[in-house]
């Protein structure tokens, strides 16, 4: 398969810890990589490899994998991280490129 | 800091062809995988296709009749063609930098991203 799946949508509390995952068959050769979007701009990268944090992005960002499911948590969730995430990796080919459909995180 | 500046016709008409242009500024146009990505207004990211520096490329299936991506690694460029479009092809465009680890640990991310152009399809 060459889908990723993911919930539209989660909420957290502010201040407390919420995961956010993806599923599907190419995560069982690539890790998934995670993207921030907030409202009229592009995509930020978050996490990649795993759980390697680009520079610059709060260490209350991780991620983790077991087997064909992908996973970002955010510990201790701030107001500014209220966002749509998408997750992506290659398809299970290698040759495409595949993104999941996205989650709107609602921090309350 | 690596940067991508894109441009191209923001308005087109039904069965016209979509042209965007993106250009790679302070990083290294070699080891990289260049894509284009579109969003329509309140969905989500798609994967339009990728380009490598020698002008290998891969394309989503589901657009692949229609897409040509193409470099010109002397200007540091790469482009999208997408013909006869639509109104279902309205959509935010962004290219983006992406880098492939295949080597027992596997990963793939995209790390830069252009600004996005939008791109209206309407008579």
């Known amino acids: 398969s060459s889908e990723l799946t993911q919930d539209p949508a989660v909420s957290v509390a502010l201040g407390q810890t919420v995961r956010i995952t993806c599923q599907g068959d190419?995560?069982?050769?690539?890790?998934g990589s995670w993207y921030q979007q907030k409202p009229g701009q592009a995509p930020i990268l978050v996490i990649y490899?795993?759980?390697i944090r680009p520079s610059g992005i709060p260490d209350r960002f991780s991620g983790s994998d077991s087997g064909n499911t992908a996973s970002l948590t955010i510990t201790g969730a701030q107001a500014e991280d209220e966002a749509d995430y998408y997750c992506?990796?290659?398809?299970?080919?290698?040759?495409?490129?595949?993104f999941g459909g996205g989650t709107k995180l609602t921090v309350l | 800091q690596v940067q991508l500046q894109q441009w191209g016709a923001g308005l087109l008409k039904p069965s016209e062809t979509l042209s965007l242009t993106c250009a790679v500024y302070?990083?290294?146009?070699?080891?990289?995988?260049w894509s284009w990505i579109r969003q329509p207004p309140g969905k989500g990211l798609e994967w339009i296709g990728e380009?490598?520096?020698?002008?290998?490329?891969n394309y989503n299936p589901s657009l692949k009749s229609r897409v040509t991506i193409s470099v010109d690694t002397s200007k540091n460029q790469f482009s999208l063609k997408l013909s006869s479009v639509t109104a279902a092809d309205t959509a935010v465009y962004y290219c983006?930098?992406?880098?492939?680890?295949?080597?027992?640990?596997?990963?793939?991310?995209?790390?830069?991203w252009g600004k996005g152009t939008t791109v209206t399809v309407s008579s």
């Open positions: 190419s995560l069982r050769r690539y890790y």
């Open positions: 380009i490598n520096h020698s002008g290998s490329t």
């Open positions: 302070g990083g290294s146009f070699s080891g990289y995988y």
């Open positions: 490899a795993k759980n």
């Open positions: 992506n990796s290659r398809d299970s080919s290698g040759n495409h490129v595949v």
């Open positions: 983006a930098r992406g880098f492939a680890m295949v080597r027992g640990t596997n990963y793939y991310y995209m790390d830069v």
